[in-house]
C-alpha cells in the first residue's frame, strides 16, 4: 500500500473551493485531512495570506511519481502557473513524505522525498501533527518526530499558523 502525505495550500481565488478540488480529486483515497489553517506567506514576496491543510491518501498504484502526476494534475486544473519561487498561487500540492512499507527516499531530478524543506515550514508540519501525532520525517540527521521539528522552529514561524475554522469535506 503507498502512502503519501501532501500539503496542499492557496492564497489566490476560492482558496477553500482550491483545497477542496485535491480531496475531491483524490476521492476514496483520502484517509485523513487535516483542519485548514490560515498562514502568514513563506518567503520574501508580499503577498495574501495563504489557506493550508495535510492530506493523508492511500493508493496501491501508486508510487512517488505517480503521487507527483496527480498532485501536478491539480495544480494544472487550478490554472497554477510557475512563476516567482514562493510567490502566490492558485493551487499548491507538495507530496512531503511517501510510503511503501517504508519511507521512500528519492533524489531525482523530478522528484525529492521526503520534502527538502518540510521540516522548516510550520505551515506543514502544525496541519500533519493535527492528523498524525506521531509523524516522523527523515530529515539530514535520520528520521525525527514531527513534533521536534516543530518546536525548533522560530517561534513566530509557528504563531503564523492559525487555525482558520474553515473545514475540508470528506468523500461519504
Same mark, same amino acid.
Given at each position: 500500500?503507498?502512502?503519501?502525505?501532501?500539503?496542499?495550500?492557496?492564497?489566490?481565488?476560492?482558496?477553500?473551493?482550491?483545497?477542496?478540488?485535491?480531496?475531491?480529486?483524490?476521492?476514496?483515497?483520502?484517509?485523513?485531512?487535516?483542519?485548514?489553517?490560515? !498562514?502568514?506567506? =513563506? +518567503? $520574501?514576496?508580499?503577498?495574501?495570506?495563504?489557506?493550508?491543510?495535510?492530506?493523508?491518501?492511500?493508493?496501491?498504484?501508486?508510487?512517488?511519481?505517480?503521487?507527483?502526476?496527480?498532485?501536478?494534475?491539480?495544480? $494544472?486544473?487550478? +490554472?497554477?502557473?510557475?512563476?516567482? %519561487? =514562493?510567490?502566490?498561487? !492558485?493551487?499548491?500540492?507538495?507530496?512531503?513524505?511517501?510510503?511503501?512499507?517504508?519511507?521512500?527516499?528519492?533524489?531525482?531530478?523530478?522528484?525529492?522525498?521526503?520534502?527538502?524543506?518540510?521540516?522548516?515550514?510550520?505551515?506543514?508540519?502544525?496541519? =500533519?501533527?493535527?492528523?498524525?501525532?506521531?509523524? %516522523?520525517?527523515?530529515?539530514?540527521?535520520?528520521?525525527?518526530?514531527?513534533?521536534?521539528?516543530?518546536?525548533?522552529?522560530?517561534?513566530?514561524? $509557528?504563531?503564523?499558523?492559525?487555525?482558520?475554522?474553515?473545514?475540508?469535506?470528506?468523500?461519504?
Amino acid at each position: 500500500m503507498s502512502r503519501v502525505v501532501l500539503s496542499i495550500g492557496s492564497n489566490l481565488g476560492d482558496r477553500l473551493a482550491r483545497l477542496q478540488s485535491v480531496v475531491d480529486g483524490l476521492g476514496k483515497a483520502v484517509v485523513a485531512v487535516s483542519p485548514v489553517y490560515e !498562514t502568514d506567506p =513563506w +518567503g $520574501r514576496v508580499e503577498q495574501a495570506p495563504f489557506l493550508n491543510a495535510v492530506l493523508i491518501a492511500e493508493d496501491p498504484a501508486c508510487d512517488g511519481p505517480a503521487w507527483l502526476r496527480r498532485a501536478q494534475e491539480f495544480e $494544472r486544473a487550478a +490554472g497554477r502557473v510557475r512563476g516567482e %519561487r =514562493w510567490g502566490p498561487r !492558485t493551487l499548491d500540492v507538495d507530496l512531503i513524505a511517501c510510503y511503501d512499507g517504508i519511507e521512500v527516499i528519492a533524489r531525482e531530478p523530478s522528484l525529492t522525498l521526503p520534502h527538502p524543506l518540510a521540516h522548516l515550514r510550520a505551515f506543514v508540519m502544525v496541519p =500533519w501533527l493535527a492528523i498524525e501525532p506521531d509523524a %516522523r520525517l527523515t530529515v539530514a540527521e535520520g528520521p525525527r518526530p514531527v513534533a521536534q521539528l516543530l518546536a525548533e522552529l522560530e517561534p513566530a514561524d $509557528r504563531a503564523a499558523v492559525r487555525l482558520s475554522g474553515l473545514t475540508l469535506e470528506l468523500e461519504s
